[in-house]
C-alpha cells in the first residue's frame, strides 16, 4: 500500500499505491500550517488534502517534520448490494507495509443498496458508548446513515456487547478508528441484503440470561434526533425474563406536526404507545421492538433543541405466576379455547388452581399463566348468532321479517392483557330462517379466493364453510364484492398466521330473502388484474345438484377476456353439468358446454354477464373448475378509435391539399404575362382585364392604317441590310412566290396571331372580303 522513506527529520515522504477499489485520503486536522506536497518543480502542488484513488502511485511529502502529528489517513472501499447480494463483506486487515502506522488511521466501508443493507456483528457483537468516550482496545466503531438532507450518526461502539446486527436503509458508512501505533484487529463482518424496514436503522439486541443492564442513545446524541424520523431496537429476550425501559437525558423538541412517541410492539399484545415523559411499560412477553419516533420540529424558535435521549434497558429472570380473571360472557363469545402447543416449554396454564394441558371455558374462571411464550399456547374462541357480537342478528332466527335491514359486524373480542398470546382465530356459526339467504362482505374492501400458489398476502384467512362442507378460502383486498350462502348454516372462521392481532372487524353479516341458485357471487374486476374464481369446495369439486352464478360487471367500453382452466368433469348418473355464460340484457348465451361436450378453454364476453355452473349427480368423479377473468379494451371501441384516427388524418389531408393548390394558384397568377392577342375582328383586347367587346364596328377604326415606320423601325433597318425591303420605308403588298422563300408554316392553334399590328390581304382580295373569308369567331385562351 505505502512505501515509507524515514529522514532523521521525521516521517517526511511516502509513496502511496492503493489497492484496487480503494482509496486514500490523507487530510488535515489543522487549517494551517503543515502541508502534504505532490510533484516536484514547477508540477509540484502543496494542500492540507490529498486523495488517492486505486492502481494509482504517487509520491508525497510533508513539509514539516511531524506529519503524523497533524495529518489523518482514511482508507475507503465501497460495496454495493443488489436486489440478490452484495458484492462484498467488511474485512478488517492491514495489506502490505505498515507505512501508515504512524498516523491516526480510519478504515470505511461506503454501503449502497436499493432497499435496506445488513451487518452482522453476532461474532462478539457490539455495545454503544457516547462520541466521548474511548474503547479499552483503541478500536472505535461508527455507523452512519446517508438521508437526502445529510447524513445521521447512528451511534459509537466498541466491540463485545449485544448488539447482534444492524439494518440501514438504503445507504450509509462503516468505519473503525484507531490511533496511531495501533494495528489493525483482523475481524469479518458479512454484509446481507436487509428486510423491508422504514425506519432510519433496525438494531437488534440479544439480551443474555440472568440479570443484564446496557446503555443506548437516539442518532446524533447528543445533538438531535433527525427531523420527523424513525428509529428501531429489536430485542429478543430470553425466557422468564423480563425488561424494564427507562428514558433519561431527555430532551424534547417545539413539534409543528405529529408527535413524539415510543411505541412497543409484541406479537402478544401488539402496539402500545407511550409519551416520551410517561412511565414505560415493563415487557414481560418475551421479544419485542421499541420504536423512537420523532415529529416535525419548529427549529426557528430560540431554544428549541430538538429530540435526544438515553435509553437504559435491564432485563432479569423472572418465575411467578400471572392470573387472569375470566369472563366468557363479557367477551361476547360461547368459548373460549387454550391449548398448550409445545410439550417440552416450561409452560404452566392453571385453572381455578388445576393444572391443565387444554381447557375450554364457557363462563367465568381463574385462570394463571407461568413462564408461558406466545408460541407456547393457541387461543381460538367461538360465538352464534344468540351473543351481542351480532347485534341484533339473534332476532331473525325465525322469522325473516324479523332480521335487521343493515349488515351486523362480527367483532372480534379483545382478551385480557394476563394472556401471553393473541386470539389465533375466530369463529362465528349464522343459522339463517328458512327461504333465507346469508350475505358476507368484508368492510376492509373487497375480497380474493385463496389457492395454494396465491395465498394471501396481510396473513388474514377467511374460511367459510356449510353443513356439507368447505365453500372456500378468502383473503381481504380482491374482486369478490359479496358472497350469497342459501338456507343453511355457514361458519366464518377469520385466523391469523403471523401471530398478530386480528383487526376488531374483519367480516359483516346480512339475512336476506331468499336467492335462486344455492350461490351468488358478486364480482367487479379491475383493469390490469385478473380475478380468479374456483367452484365451491375446490379442489374437491361442487356439491351434487348444486348450482353457483357469478355475477360479473364490466365497465363500459371494455370485454371480459375467460379462461377455464384446471377443469375436472364427472360421468353424471342424472342431469348433467354444465356451464354457461350469459350477457346481461341478452337471451342468447354467450357460451354454453355440457360434461360430455368438449369445452373451450377462452371466450370473450362484450360486457357484464352472468358466469353460471351447475353440477349433477355424478357416478364418479367430481365438477370443479378455475375460471380466470381479465378485463381488455373491446374490440368495436378499438375500432371506433382506428376509424376516428383514420377520418381526422383523411380530414387534415384535405386540408393540406386544399391549401397546396390555393397557394399554387396564386403563384401561377402573378407569374402569368400580359400578352395581346390577335384578334381578326379588329378588336384589341388584354385577357383577364377588361373581358371581350360585345361588337366590332366600335373598333373598326383601329386597324385601318398603321405606319409600319413607328412601330417595326428596326425591323426595316435589318430588313434593308440583308435587301429584303428597298429604300422605300411603306408598305408593299406581296406579289407572289420566290425560290428563295419557303412558304410560312401553317398556323398550330386558333389563338396564334401572324404578327401584332400587321393587316396581310392576298392579291385581288378587298379588306371586306378577307373579313368575310375567317370564319367563325374564336374565344381565346384565357379569356374572361
Given amino acids: 500500500m505505502a512505501a515509507l522513506t524515514t529522514p532523521s527529520g521525521g516521517v517526511q515522504a511516502l509513496t502511496l499505491a492503493p489497492e484496487r477499489g480503494s482509496t486514500i485520503r490523507i487530510r488535515s486536522r489543522q487549517v494551517n500550517g503543515c502541508k502534504v506536497c505532490t510533484g516536484s518543480g514547477r508540477t509540484k502542488r502543496c494542500s492540507t488534502y490529498l486523495e488517492v484513488k486505486d492502481n494509482d502511485s504517487v509520491t508525497v511529502a510533508f513539509d514539516c517534520s511531524r506529519p ?157 434526533f433527525p427531523d420527523d424520523d424513525v428509529m428501531e431496537w429489536y430485542f429478543e429476550v430470553p425466557n422468564k425474563h423480563k425488561v424494564a425501559v427507562r428514558l433519561e ?49 419548529d427549529r426557528r424558535r430560540s431554544g428549541s433543541s430538538g429530540l435526544a435521549v438515553r435509553l437504559l434497558v435491564s432485563s432479569s429472570s423472572e418465575s411467578f405466576p400471572v392470573s387472569c380473571n375470566v369472563d366468557v360472557g363479557e367477551l361476547g363469545v360461547d368459548s373460549l379455547r387454550v391449548k398448550k402447543m409445545r410439550p417440552t416449554s416450561q409452560c404452566e396454564m392453571k385453572v381455578n388452581s388445576v393444572l391443565k394441558e387444554e381447557v375450554t371455558l364457557t363462563s367465568k374462571a381463574d385462570v394463571s399463566f407461568q413462564d408461558c411464550l406466545p408460541e407456547d399456547v393457541q387461543i381460538t374462541a367461538e360465538t352464534t348468532i344468540g351473543k351481542p357480537t351480532f347485534q341484533g342478528l339473534a332476532a331473525c332466527v325465525r322469522h325473516l321479517k324479523d332480521c335487521p335491514k343493515t349488515a351486523s359486524r362480527l367483532v372480534i373480542p379483545l382478551l385480557p392483557a394476563c394472556f401471553p398470546a393473541p386470539l389465533s382465530n375466530m369463529t362465528w356459526t349464522v343459522s339463517p330462517p328458512r327461504q333465507a339467504t346469508v350475505e358476507l362482505t368484508s368492510p376492509q374492501g373487497y375480497m380474493r379466493q385463496s389457492f395454494p400458489d396465491q395465498p394471501c398476502n396481510d396473513s388474514v384467512v377467511i374460511n367459510l364453510e356449510e353443513d356439507l362442507g368447505t365453500i372456500g378460502q378468502f383473503c381481504p383486498q380482491g374482486a369478490i364484492q359479496k358472497i350469497q350462502i342459501h338456507h343453511c348454516n355457514v361458519t366464518v372462521t377469520v385466523s391469523h398466521t403471523g401471530g398478530k392481532n386480528l383487526s376488531e372487524h374483519v367480516m359483516s353479516a346480512l339475512i336476506k330473502e331468499e336467492i335462486s341458485e344455492r350461490y351468488i357471487v358478486t364480482v367487479s374486476p379491475k383493469r390490469n388484474t385478473p380475478v380468479f374464481l374456483a367452484t365451491p369446495g375446490w379442489p374437491s369439486g361442487m356439491q351434487d345438484d348444486s348450482t353457483i352464478s357469478w355475477i360479473v360487471s364490466v365497465p363500459e367500453k371494455m370485454e371480459a377476456h375467460l379462461m377455464f382452466f384446471h377443469l375436472s368433469q364427472p360421468k353424471c348418473r342424472t342431469r348433467h353439468t354444465n356451464i354457461k355464460v350469459l350477457q346481461i340484457g341478452h337471451r342468447e348465451e354467450v357460451y354454453s358446454r355440457r360434461e360430455d361436450e368438449e369445452a373451450d378453454s377462452e371466450i370473450t364476453v362484450p360486457g357484464s354477464f352472468y358466469l353460471n355452473m351447475s353440477n349433477c349427480r355424478p357416478e364418479r368423479g367430481h365438477f370443479s373448475v378455475i375460471t380466470k377473468i381479465t378485463l381488455q379494451d373491446s374490440i368495436s371501441r378499438l375500432l371506433s378509435i382506428v376509424l376516428s384516427v383514420v377520418a381526422v388524418l383523411l380530414v387534415i389531408f384535405i386540408i393540406v391539399l386544399i391549401v397546396v393548390c390555393v397557394v399554387i394558384r396564386k403563384k401561377k397568377k402573378k407569374l402569368s404575362h400580359q400578352v395581346s392577342i390577335y384578334n381578326p375582328n379588329g378588336t384589341s383586347f388584354l385577357p383577364g382585364h377588361n373581358g371581350f367587346p360585345e361588337t366590332r364596328e366600335d373598333d373598326d377604326h383601329v386597324y385601318t392604317s398603321i405606319e409600319d415606320t413607328l412601330v417595326y423601325t428596326h425591323l426595316l433597318r435589318k430588313g434593308k441590310e440583308i435587301d429584303i425591303y428597298g429604300e422605300t420605308d411603306t408598305y408593299r403588298p406581296f406579289t407572289g412566290r420566290t425560290e428563295a422563300c419557303k412558304p410560312p408554316p401553317a398556323p398550330r392553334g386558333n389563338d396564334q396571331g401572324l404578327v401584332d399590328n400587321v393587316i396581310y390581304q392576298t392579291d385581288g382580295q378587298s379588306e371586306v372580303e378577307h373579313s368575310t373569308n375567317l370564319g367563325p369567331r374564336l374565344e381565346p385562351e384565357g379569356g374572361n
Fill in 68 to 224: 503524523e502529528d497533524v495529518f489523518n489517513v482514511e482508507i475507503v472501499r465501497n460495496i454495493e448490494c443488489t436486489t440478490k447480494s452484495c458484492n462484498s463483506h467488511i474485512v478488517l486487515a492491514d495489506s502490505g507495509p505498515l507505512a501508515l502506522a504512524g498516523f491516526n488511521r480510519r478504515f470505511s466501508w461506503n454501503l449502497k443498496s436499493a432497499k435496506a443493507f445488513e451487518i452482522d456483528f453476532s461474532d462478539g457483537g457490539l455495545r454503544q458508548i457516547k462520541v466521548t468516550d474511548r474503547c479499552p482496545d483503541g478500536h472505535s466503531y461508527t455507523l452512519q446513515a446517508f438521508q437526502a438532507t445529510g447524513g445521521v450518526v447512528i451511534g459509537k461502539y466498541c466491540r463485545v456487547g449485544r448488539i447482534a446486527n444492524v439494518q440501514i436503509l438504503n445507504q450509509g458508512d462503516f468505519s473503525v478508528d484507531i490511533p496511531a501505533g495501533e494495528k489493525l484487529q483482523r475481524a469479518q463482518f458479512d454484509v446481507h441484503l436487509g428486510d423491508e424496514i422504514k425506519s432510519l436503522a433496525r438494531i437488534t439486541l440479544m439480551l443474555p440470561k440472568g440479570t443484564s443492564s446496557l446503555e443506548l442513545l437516539s442518532p446524533n446524541y447528543p445533538e438531535s
Fill in 249 to 297: 437525558r431527555l430532551t424534547e423538541p417545539v413539534c409543528l406536526k405529529k408527535n413524539t412517541a415510543v411505541e412497543y410492539h409484541n406479537r402478544a399484545r401488539g402496539a402500545v404507545v407511550v409519551g416520551l415523559a410517561a412511565p414505560q411499560p415493563e415487557q414481560r412477553q418475551g421479544n419485542f421492538t421499541l420504536t423512537l419516533r420523532n415529529c416535525e420540529m
